[in-house]
Nanobody
């Protein structure tokens, strides 16, 4: 099970840091991805990090504003979100592919994810 938390209500231009933890997976063995889903919209991947942490990817919609990182000692992956916009409003999830593959999650092939955390950007 993975667990994402840290969401909340923030004004446009504000920041939030989301965290993703797991009691069952050792994150060092897995590439991790963050994706979001807003009402009426398709699921959208927003950040990906390889198991080593050396490879990261952000789509244009969040590039320059979101930063993904990982802390092996805490078995935690973070998503720092700055300069938030109303269109970032969504439920955010973290997920993995059972193989640990970065290529799989870059293709948005997630086998495991947990309850998401709601991010609302509004004035």
């Amino acid at each position: 099970q993975l667990q994402a938390f840290g969401g909340g209500l923030v004004q446009p231009g504000g920041s939030l840091r989301l965290s993703c933890t797991s009691s069952g997976f050792v994150f060092d063995d897995y590439a991790i991805g963050w994706f979001r889903q807003a009402p009426g919209k398709e699921r959208e991947g927003v950040s990906y990090i390889s198991s080593t942490g050396y490879t990261k990817y952000y789509p244009d919609s969040v590039k320059g504003r979101f930063t993904i990182s990982r802390d092996s000692a805490k078995n935690t992956v973070y998503l720092q979100m700055n300069n938030l916009k109303p269109e970032d409003t969504a439920v955010y999830y973290c997920g993995i592919h059972s193989s640990g593959s970065y290529t799989k999650i870059r293709g948005n092939e997630f086998d495991y994810w947990g309850p998401g955390t709601l991010v609302t950007v509004s004035s």
